[in-house]
Structures are given as C-alpha cells and as structure tokens.
C-alpha cells in the first residue's frame, strides 16, 4: 500500500513538473513575440 501511495505522489508531482515546463516554454514564446512586435 505504501508503494503505491508514492507512486501516485511521484506521479502527481512528474505531472506537475511538465504543465509547469509547458508553461514556462508558452510564456517564454509570448515575451519573445511581444518584444519582436516593439523591436518592429
């Protein structure tokens, strides 16, 4: 029981970690536009 119960918190946090580097990548994306759209 253990066993699974840290595999759901492992599970839980990888899901975590990659919306979290999803986000970053689309933010990074967005500032980059933006300051292309000033540099215009």
């Given amino acids: ?3 699974v119960i ?3 918190k492992v599970k839980k ?3 975590k970690r ?3 580097t999803k ?3 689309n933010s ?3 500032g980059r536009s933006q300051l292309q ?3 215009e």
């Fill in 23 to 25: 986000a970053d990548e």
């Fill in 1 to 3: 029981m253990a066993q």
């Fill in 13 to 15: 946090a990888a899901t």
């Fill in 28 to 30: 990074q994306k967005f």
């Fill in 18 to 20: 990659a919306a979290h």
């Fill in 6 to 8: 840290s595999f759901n």
């Fill in 37 to 39: 759209k000033k540099l």
